[in-house]
């Protein structure tokens, strides 16, 4: 069982940056692709950013192509969602979730990801 805690969100103007951490407690974090995921109210929840296990891969929903960088660190049981150019539609629940994966490949479906942390609130203001 992985537990994900992810923390770093807040409120932010638009235009302004975040950094968000998702601290993974098992052995087996650099075993698994990771991913961000967002929420908003009243819609569903959408890929954000996927990592592949050894960091080599990414891929981007479109809504941040360009604005957010997704990162890991294996020593560290670590990953990262660097967030700039905030956007009001930007606002939502941010979630991590941790994929359990033979390949070194990047997951972007949600019904792939085994493992999801709690959840961080980013707030963007216009």
């Known amino acids: 069982q992985e537990q994900l805690v992810e923390s770093g969100g807040g409120l932010v103007q638009a235009g302004g940056s975040l950094r968000l951490s998702c601290a993974a407690s098992g052995r087996f974090f650099s075993t698994y692709a990771m991913g961000w995921f967002r929420q908003a109210p009243g819609k569903e929840r959408e890929f954000v950013a996927g990592?592949?296990?050894?960091?080599?891969?990414?891929f981007y929903g479109d809504s941040v192509l360009g604005r957010f960088t997704i990162s890991r660190d294996n020593d560290k049981n670590t990953l990262y969602l660097e967030m700039s150019s905030l956007r009001p539609e930007d606002t939502a629940v941010y979630y991590c979730?941790?994929?359990?994966?033979?390949?070194?490949?990047?997951?972007?479906?949600?019904?792939?990801?085994?493992?999801w942390g709690q959840g961080t609130q980013v707030t963007v203001s216009s």
């Open positions: 990592i592949s296990r050894t960091g080599g891969g990414t």
């Open positions: 979730a941790a994929a359990q994966v033979q390949w070194s490949l990047v997951v972007t479906r949600i019904r792939d990801y085994d493992y």
